[in-house]
C-alpha cells in the first residue's frame, strides 16, 4: 500500500496529439480516487501512465514516495482491471487468479489458499475450474477483480471495470466494488465516463476535460461546489439547468424572472469580478411549485409562470420539464457536454428545463404552472471562459 | 453453421447433403483410383477394374527395392521440415511484430512479402539456376531450403498476423501488470493463443514445400537432393516395355501418408484455431 502522487505528469503520443497536461494529483493511502470525463479526455491515458504501459513524456509519477517514471508495469507492483476483463482464455478461473503469483515464484500452498481466499470474497468457488469463456459477464468481471486482489498489491487501477455490465448488474457490482475496496483497504484509482458511478463510488472524485483537470474533490463537494461550468453540467443526474442572464446592480434579470440577489451571492459576485452577461445554472431541485413555497420564501425567490411540457411523476416527487423561448446558454463547455450526451442533435430551439417538484405539487402536463426557484441556490458563471463566479472553498 | 441459409427445412438439410456427397465422391475418386492401381499386380494394372481383381504389394517393394525412391523420401522429408522450421520461426516473429509494433517501413515490409507471394515462380527458375550453381548449392539441400522459404515466408507471416490481430492486445498488457517479462508474456500468454496458428501456418509452408516440382526440377540433378515429385517423374519400370504406372501410383500413395498424419495430428489444433478465431468471445 502506498500513496501516488503524480506531478505535472504530461502525455504527448508520437502521432503528436496531446492527451494529459500537467495533471497534479496526491492520492493518499488507502484512498478511493475517481477519474471521470467524457470520452476521449484521457482518463485511460492517465492511468496507463500510472500502470506503466504508457510512457509519461513529462513530469514525475512517485509512489510510496519513489519516482517510478522509468519502471516497468512489473516493478511496480500494482494491479489492473480492465474494461474487457482480460482474462486469459486458455487458463481456468482458477489459473486465472493464480497467475500473478505463479509469476512471483509463490509457493504451492500459498498459492491455493490465496487463491481460495479471494475466491471466496468473490462467490466464485463453484466456478474456479471453468473456463472464462463459459462464465456470465459479472462472473468474468469478478475472476477480474479477484487476479487483482490474490496478491496484495500496492494499488488498484480499474478502467471502466463494469461498464460492460447490463445496468442492474452494474448496480449490484458498484456497491461490491465499495465494498470490497473499504474491506482491503487497498489505494484504488477507478476510471469511469458515468458520472453516478463517480459520486457514488469515490472517496474523491477528479474531473478532467481534454486532458486538462478541471477539478479535484469529494463528489457532495464537487456537486454543490463546481469550480466552472463543465464540472457543473457533469455532475449530477438529471444535469443542472443552464440560462444566459444579465446581472444588473444587485438583481438577476433572465428568462426565469428578475430575482435580487441574496447577500452570500451577492459578495461572491462582487468579489468575482463578474460580467454583465453570465449563465445562470440552477440545479433541478431548488426549483418548486410556488403554491407550495411558504410567503416569506416565496417572496426571496424567482417566479415564473409557463406550461409544463411533461410531467414524470416519481411517486416520491415530480419531475416537471418546461421548454422555454429563448436564446439558449451559448459556450464550449455547454457545447462539449451536449455532444457527450449525444443530445446536440436532439431537434428543438429554446431552453429547456428540468425542475424537481414535491409530490403534492398540482402541476399538470399541457397546463400552465408557476414555479418558484430559489435565488440563494443559483450559481452564476462567466460565458467567456466557464469559471464558476459563486465558488467558494468552504 | 446455422444461419448460412436462414431456416434450416429438412428439403435444404437434403439438398446440402446430396450436394456435399457429390462433391466429396467428386474429389475422392481419383485419390482411390491411384490408391486402386497401386494395388494392382503389373499383369491386371490396364484392366480397367476399379476394384484390383487381385490384390499385389508388388508395386510397393518395388518402389523400395532401390535407393531411387527412398533416397528422395528422406531428402523430401528432410528439405520440406526444415524449411517449414524456419518459415515458422521467422514467420511467427515477423507476423507478430507486424500485428503489434508502429515501425517505419512497416506497410513497405507488408507489400514487399506480398509481392514475392504474387510473383511467378517459373520467371525466377533460370535466374536461380545460375545464382546456384556459381554458389556451389547447385544440387544440395540448402538450394531448395532457401527458395522454399522465401516463397513460404510471405504465406507464413500473412496466416500468422491474421492470427495475433485475433488476440486482445489488452491480453498481454494484463500479463505485464501480474508481473511478466515480455519475453514471459509471449510464452505463457501469447504462444498458446497464437498456437492454433501457428500449427495451421506450419501445415500449409509444409504442403507447399512437399508438393513443390518446378524448383526441385530446375535446382537439383542427382539422388543426393532430388525430392520425391522429381524422383516419380523419373520412375521408369524395370524394363524398357513396362509400364511404371504401377510403381507411380505406389509412390503417390507413401507420400500421401505424410500429408494425412500431419492433418490429423494437429486437426484439432488447428479447428480450434479456426473457431476460436470466428466466434469472438
Ligand atoms: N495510442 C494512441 N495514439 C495516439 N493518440 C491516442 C492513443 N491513445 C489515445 N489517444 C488519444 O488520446 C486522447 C485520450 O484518450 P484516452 O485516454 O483513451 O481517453 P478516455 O479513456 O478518457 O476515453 C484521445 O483523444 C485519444 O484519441
Ligand atoms: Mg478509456
Given amino acids: ?394 | 453453421m446455422a444461419g448460412i441459409g436462414g431456416a434450416e427445412t429438412p428439403a435444404k438439410k437434403w439438398g446440402w447433403g446430396v450436394l456435399n456427397t457429390v462433391v466429396v465422391i467428386y474429389a475422392l475418386i481419383p485419390v482411390l483410383w491411384i490408391v486402386s492401381l497401386s494395388f494392382k499386380s503389373s499383369k491386371t494394372l490396364s484392366d480397367g477394374n476399379f476394384i484390383p481383381r487381385e490384390w499385389s504389394l508388388e508395386n510397393y517393394q518395388n518402389i523400395f527395392s532401390t535407393s531411387e525412391f527412398t533416397r528422395a523420401l528422406i531428402n523430401s522429408i528432410g528439405i520440406a521440415v526444415i524449411a517449414t522450421a524456419i518459415a515458422v520461426v521467422f514467420g511467427t516473429m515477423a507476423a507478430y511484430a507486424i500485428a503489434r509494433l508502429e515501425f517505419p517501413g512497416k506497410n513497405l515490409l507488408v507489400g514487399v512479402s506480398l509481392l514475392i507471394a504474387m510473383f511467378p515462380q517459373v520467371s525466377l527458375v533460370s535466374p536461380l539456376f545460375e545464382i546456384e550453381r556459381s554458389l556451389g548449392l547447385f544440387d544440395t539441400w540448402p538450394g531448395l531450403i532457401l527458395p522454399y522459404i522465401t516463397f513460404a515466408l510471405p504465406l507464413a507471416i500473412y496466416t500468422l498476423s491474421a492470427f495475433f490481430r485475433e488476440i486482445p492486445w489488452e491480453l498481454e498488457k494484463a500479463a505485464k501488470m501480474d508481473g511478466a517479462t515480455p519475453g514471459q508474456a509471449f510464452r505463457r500468454v501469447i504462444a498458446p493463443l497464437a498456437a492454433p496458428g501457428v500449427f495451421t501456418t506450419a501445415i500449409l509452408v509444409f504442403i507447399f514445400c512437399w508438393n513443390d516440382f518446378l524448383f526441385a526440377i530446375s535446382l537439383t540433378s542427382t539422388e543426393q537432393s532430388r525430392t520425391v515429385p522429381v524422383a516419380l517423374s523419373f520412375f521408369t519400370g524395370s524394363s524398357q516395355f513396362e509400364d511404371p504406372a504401377g510403381s507411380i501410383a505406389a509412390a503417390a500413395v507413401v507420400i500421401t501418408i505424410p500429408i494425412i498424419l500431419f492433418v490429423l495430428f494437429f486437426q484439432r489444433r488447428i479447428v480450434a484455431g479456426l473457431t476460436s478465431g470466428a466466434v469472438k468471445g
Fill in chain 1, 1 to 394: 500500500m502506498a500513496e501516488i502522487v503524480l506531478d505535472k505528469v504530461t502525455k504527448r503520443y508520437p502521432d503528436g496529439a496531446l492527451a494529459v497536461q500537467e495533471v497534479n494529483l496526491e492520492i493518499a493511502d488507502g484512498e478511493f480516487i475517481i477519474l471521470v470525463g467524457p470520452s476521449g479526455c484521457g482518463k485511460s491515458t492517465t492511468l496507463n501512465m500510472i500502470a506503466g504501459l504508457e510512457d509519461i513524456t513529462d513530469g514525475e509519477l512517485r509512489i510510496g514516495g519513489q519516482r517510478v517514471n522509468e519502471k516497468a508495469p512489473k516493478d511496480r507492483d500494482i494491479a489492473m482491471v480492465f474494461q474487457s476483463y482480460a482474462l486469459y482464455p486458455h487458463m481456468t478461473v482458477k489459473e486465472n487468479m493464480a497467475f500473478p503469483l505463479r509469476l512471483a515464484k509463490v509457493d504451492n500452498a500459498t498459492v491455493e489458499k490465496k487463491v481460495k481466499e479471494a475466491a471466496e470474497i468473490l462467490d466464485l468457488t463453484q466456478h474456479l475450474d471453468r473456463k472464462p469463456s463459459n462464465l456470465s459477464g459479472g462472473q468474468r468481471q469478478r475472476v477480474a477483480m479477484g487476479r487483482a486482489i490474490v496478491r496484495n498489491p500496492k494499488a488498484f487501477l480499474m478502467d471502466e471495470p463494469l461498464s460492460n455490465l447490463d445496468a442492474k448488474l452494474r448496480v449490484q457490482m458498484r456497491t461490491s466494488v465499495s465494498r470490497l475496496q473499504k474491506q482491503l483497504g487497498t489505494t484504488t484509482v477507478y476510471v469511469t465516463h458515468d458520472q453516478t458511478e463517480a459520486m457514488t463510488l469515490g472517496d474523491r472524485v477528479v474531473v478532467m476535460r481534454g486532458g486538462v483537470v478541471q477539478q479535484i474533490g469529494a463528489p457532495q463537494f464537487l456537486y454543490d461546489q463546481p469550480a466552472n461550468l463543465f464540472v457543473a453540467g457533469f455532475i449530477g443526474s438529471p444535469a443542472m439547468n443552464f440560462v444566459p442572464a444579465t446581472l444588473e446592480n444587485g438583481s438577476l434579470r433572465s428568462i426565469l424572472g428578475d430575482v435580487t440577489l441574496t447577500d452570500r451571492v451577492r459578495q461572491l459576485v462582487e468579489g468575482a469580478d463578474a460580467p454583465r452577461e453570465v449563465i445562470m445554472g440552477i440545479r433541478p431541485e431548488h426549483f418548486e411549485d410556488a403554491a407550495l413555497v411558504e410567503a416569506a420564501a416565496l417572496s426571496s425567490g424567482g417566479k415564473f409562470t409557463h406550461q409544463v411540457d411533461v410531467l414524470e411523476s416519481m411517486g416520491s416527487d415530480k419531475y416537471a420539464y418546461f421548454n422555454l423561448t429563448g436564446e439558449q446558454a451559448a459556450s464550449a463547455e455547454l457545447q462539449e457536454l451536449a455532444a457527450d450526451a449525444g443530445s446536440d442533435d436532439v431537434p428543438g430551439d429554446g431552453i429547456s428545463l428540468v425542475t424537481r417538484l414535491s409530490s403534492a405539487s398540482g402541476a399538470v402536463e399541457g397546463a400552465s404552472s408557476e414555479i418558484w426557484f430559489d435565488a440563494d441556490k443559483v450559481q452564476l458563471f462567466d460565458p467567456s471562459n466557464g469559471r464558476n463566479l459563486t465558488y467558494t472553498e468552504r
